[in-house]
């Protein structure tokens, strides 16, 4: 990839992730400080792509774009890049309350791409129902853990990561298994014909989206 194709990859990026903030956001930082924060993120984009999906939990000594416009050297830097499901985010902000653990800022652009065979980000654009989308959840928490806790944390975000993706995948699978569940109702002779009729509506209600299965 050449300097300018890289430089216009940035540049689309930056215009999506942009989006997931506010203006008050954007005019606290300076344009290098903002430039600099997108490089950043932009970065870890890439690299969690390649790896279809990544947690990183990382120390960082000031707040870099926290709501709450203060230095803080108790700031941990949470970052998720994952294929676009439902519940990342109520997830996340449930991992966090388990571990009572502040958060300060909470930023959560979701991404358009196009990838190469080999999984490089080609080309970034608004994100689309039917094309490939990444979230990218940033967070900024206040917490005094040592690097080894923090590694724990990083470590069960990852797995609760994976149980999303599970959900998601097998979501098809579910429906089709409620399917064969109103078939199999209807052959038990130990309940009454209405019985089974109350438990064969459930199952067909359950399939028009009425149900939900979470990570957590």
Same mark, same amino acid.
């Given at each position: /990839? ?13 215009? =999506?992730?942009?989006? %997931?903030? *506010? ?15 997108? =490089? ?5 984009? +890439?690299?969690?792509? +390649? ?7 990382? #120390? ?12 803080? *050297? ?13 519940? @990342?985010?109520?997830?996340?902000? $449930? ?7 502040? @958060?300060?800022? #909470?930023? &959560? ?9 080999? #999984? ?15 979230? &990218? ?7 005094? $853990?040592?690097?080894?806790?923090? #590694? &724990? @944390?990083?470590?069960?975000? $990852? %797995? &609760? /990561? ?23 109702? =209807?052959? @038990? ?24 299965? /979470?990570?957590?």
């Amino acid at each position: /990839m050449t300097v300018d194709s890289d430089n216009s990859l940035f540049n689309q990026y930056s215009t =999506q992730f942009l989006r %997931g903030m *506010s203006e008050r956001m954007r005019d606290s930082c300076s344009s290098s400080h903002l430039n600099e924060f997108l =490089q950043e993120r932009f970065t870890f984009f +890439r690299e969690a792509i +390649r790896r279809s999906g990544m947690v990183r939990v990382r #120390k960082h000594k000031i707040s870099q774009v926290s709501l709450t416009d203060k230095n803080n *050297s108790r700031c941990v830097i949470v970052e998720i890049v994952s294929p676009d499901a439902p519940f @990342i985010v109520v997830t996340v902000e $449930a991992l966090m309350r388990q571990l009572d653990l502040l @958060i300060l800022c #909470k930023l &959560h652009p979701i991404i358009g791409v196009e990838l190469t065979e080999g #999984k490089e980000v080609e080309k970034v654009f608004l994100p689309q129902q039917d094309l490939e989308k990444y979230d &990218h959840l940033y967070l900024e928490v206040e917490t005094e $853990a040592d690097n080894a806790t923090l #590694k &724990h @944390i990083e470590t069960m975000i $990852a %797995g &609760h /990561m994976l149980a999303v993706q599970l959900v998601r995948n097998h979501h098809q699978y579910m429906l089709t298994n409620l399917e064969s569940m109103i078939e199999l109702i =209807q052959t @038990i002779t130990v309940v009454s014909s209405e019985t089974k009729n109350e438990w064969s509506k459930l199952c067909g209600w359950l399939k028009h989206d009425n149900y939900s299965v /979470m990570g957590y």
